[in-house]
Structure formats: structure tokens, C-alpha cells
């Protein structure tokens, strides 16, 4: 009952997960009564002919889905969404090619990526809620006014609806699964740490509490900004690219595998980049004086010794990380080298 399990958990995945237990089981009671109605002769053929008549998981878990009151209707909603993926796409592109002219015009290059994109970004949000919102009235007067509008709108959808084939469904591989959620997590905070660390940080180094005011101690060595922050942008730059591919994808593949691997190895020339234009951090009397720190010899000694601890801490942990980017590289590649290209199919380990 391969089939009618892929067809039970393809319905499920579209429902709220409150309601995914109870309606499986109803649905594989109800299911299994109709196949055994058919008696000795319920093969894999059968199976297939009761659940085409059925219905296709997008059309059965619908019929379970509560109905609220809204402003765009079922009829209207698949091609509202494609059309706000298509503006969204669009204005994102157009703001990332904004950024990047930003960076180039603005004359300081990678230096000036946070302030250049806290200067832009809320631009971007006003502008995207503006085509976003201008969508969506168009759609809600359609609702109102023209609901026979989404005939046309929704021919394409009807005719997948009438051809789908249960034979088609992917196999339940949980190892496959993307967990949307966490990717957006990602992305969000990557660009919080990446704007954070080049308009904080960039400019006022370590910033501390000192006596109720935060204060910056500028401690941080002269290749950081030169070296170091450009090397961070590449990664959380391409990490972030590799997560709205992955946010595209229903499921692991191949290609994204050997993506990530790419990925992954940038990460590792990056960090052994950085490695090589260590320190981190170092303490120039000068630079503490001109920012209002003036410690005496002892304390001077003493900031030494913890920016040297600080800096051999940050060594071994970057050569450790940097060992398991190579081993988590050298397992994608002999899970994927040894599993045929026909087995694309088939589950890859995570």
C-alpha cells in the first residue's frame, strides 16, 4: 500500500497540523474500505483508478481545510499567488542590483554594505508592500465585482487538476524534507549579524558599558576591515543566496546537494583566508587614547594577555570548524557519489 500511503501523507502536508492525525486516519479508513470492496482483484491498477476518482491531494485536503471569511477566495487565490511570487521576484531582484550599483557607486566597496543597505532596505519594504497591496485590491475587486474572471484565470490549474496521476506522488522520504521555517530563520538572522557587524562593529569595534554609558574600545586589528569583514560578507552573502534557492525547492535534490557542497567549500577557503590574516583583535595604546581609554601598565598587560587568549581561542575554533566543513563536505560527497543518478529519487542523507 506504498501508493496509498504517499497519497495520505501528499494530502496531510496541505493540512493545519492539528487536523493531519485525524483526518489520515479518516481518510485511510475510508480508503482502505473502497480498495478491499474490490476485492482480489484491488492491484496496483485499482488503487490508482480509486484514487483518481477520489480526488488529488490538493483538491481532497481543500474539501478539509476550514473555510473563513476572506477577502480573496479559493477561486481566485492560485493566481494571486503566482502573481505576487512574480512581483516579489521581481522587486527583489531589482533591490539586490539596486544594493550592489550602491556599492559600487558609493566608492568604498564592501566597507560600506550595512550602512548602504539599512540606507535602502526600508525603501525596498515600502515599495514591495505597495505592489503587494496594489495586487491584492485588484484581486479582492475581482472577488467582488467579476467572479467569473476566475474561470480563466484557473483553466491551467483545472486542467492539472484533471490529469494528475496518483503514480506521480514522491516517495515519503523525511530525509528530503525542507524545513522552510528554519531556512527563513536563517536568512533573517544572517542579515541581522551581517548588518550588524559591518555598521556597528565596523565602526566602533567593541563597544562596552562603562559606568552606565556604552562606550566603543577600539580593539579590533587592521586587517579586519581590510581582510576579514570582506571574507565574512562572501559567506553570509552566498549562504543567504543558497537559502532562497533552497526556499524555492520542495525538497532536497541532487543539484542543491552539490550546491550545498559548493557552498560549503567556499566556506572553507573563507575560513582558511581568515586564518591566515589572524589576529581578530590587538590593542593599540593610540587608537585607546584618542577613544578616551587610558589604562596603566599593569591593566595594559592585562588586556595583552586576554586579546592573546582571545585570538588563540578563535584560532583553534576556526581550524576545528574549518575540519568539520571538510568532513560534512566529504560526506556529501560519498553519499551522492554513491548513490546512481537514477536514485535521485531515493532518500539522501542529510
Known amino acids: ?86 512581483v516579489t521576484g521581481a522587486m527583489s531582484i531589482a533591490f539586490f542590483v539596486l544594493f550592489i550599483l550602491s556599492l559600487i557607486n558609493g566608492g568604498r566597496g564592501w566597507l560600506a554594505l550595512g550602512q548602504t543597505f539599512i540606507d535602502i532596505f526600508p525603501s525596498y519594504i515600502s515599495t514591495l508592500l505597495t505592489g503587494v497591496g496594489m495586487v491584492t485590491i485588484i484581486f479582492a475587486l475581482l472577488e467582488r465585482y467579476a467572479p467569473d474572471t476566475a474561470v480563466s484565470l484557473n483553466a491551467e490549474l483545472a486542467t492539472e487538476e484533471a490529469e494528475w496521476d496518483p503514480r506521480q506522488l514522491p516517495a515519503i522520504s523525511p530525509d528530503r524534507q525542507i524545513d522552510r521555517f528554519e531556512l527563513i530563520t536563517e536568512i533573517i538572522f544572517t542579515f541581522l549579524a551581517m548588518v550588524f557587524v559591518n555598521s ?63 557552498v560549503l567549500s567556499l566556506d572553507v577557503a573563507v575560513v582558511g583566508l581568515i586564518i591566515a590574516n589572524l589576529p581578530f583583535v590587538e590593542l593599540n595604546e593610540a587608537l585607546l587614547s584618542a577613544a578616551g581609554w587610558s589604562p596603566d601598565a599593569s591593566q595594559f598587560e592585562e588586556f595583552t594577555t586576554l586579546v592573546d587568549l582571545f585570538n588563540q581561542g578563535l584560532w583553534i575554533g576556526l581550524v576545528v570548524y574549518a575540519a568539520w566543513l571538510v568532513f560534512l563536505i566529504g560526506k556529501r560527497l560519498f553519499t551522492l557519489l554513491r548513490q546512481p543518478e537514477a536514485g535521485a529519487s531515493t532518500a539522501i542523507l542529510t
Not at 205 to 228: C, K, M, Q, S, Y
Open 200 to 262: 556597528i562593529v565596523r565602526q566602533y569595534g567593541v563597544v562596552i558599558l562603562d559606568d552606565g554609558t556604552w562606550r566603543p574600545l577600539p580593539i579590533l586589528a587592521e586587517g579586519f576591515n581590510a581582510v576579514i569583514l570582506p571574507l565574512l560578507n562572501i559567506v553570509w552573502i552566498s549562504e543567504i543566496l543558497f537559502n532562497l534557492y533552497l526556499l524555492r525547492q520542495k525538497e532536497w535534490t541532487r543539484p542543491a546537494r552539490w550546491l550545498e557542497i559548493a
Open 1 to 86: 500500500m506504498d501508493l496509498l500511503e504517499r497519497y495520505l501523507f501528499a494530502v496531510s502536508q496541505q493540512l493545519p497540523r492539528n487536523m493531519r492525525e485525524d483526518v489520515t486516519a479518516e481518510l485511510r479508513s475510508l480508503l482502505l474500505d473502497m480498495i478491499e470492496n474490490k476485492g482480489d482483484v484491488a492491484d496496483d491498477t485499482a488503487v490508482v483508478a480509486i484514487l483518481q476518482e477520489f480526488g488529488s491531494p490538493d483538491a481532497v485536503a481543500a474539501s478539509y481545510r476550514p473555510q473563513p471569511q476572506y477577502l480573496i477566495g479559493p477561486d481566485f487565490y492560485p493566481g494571486y499567488l503566482k502573481i505576487v511570487q512574480i
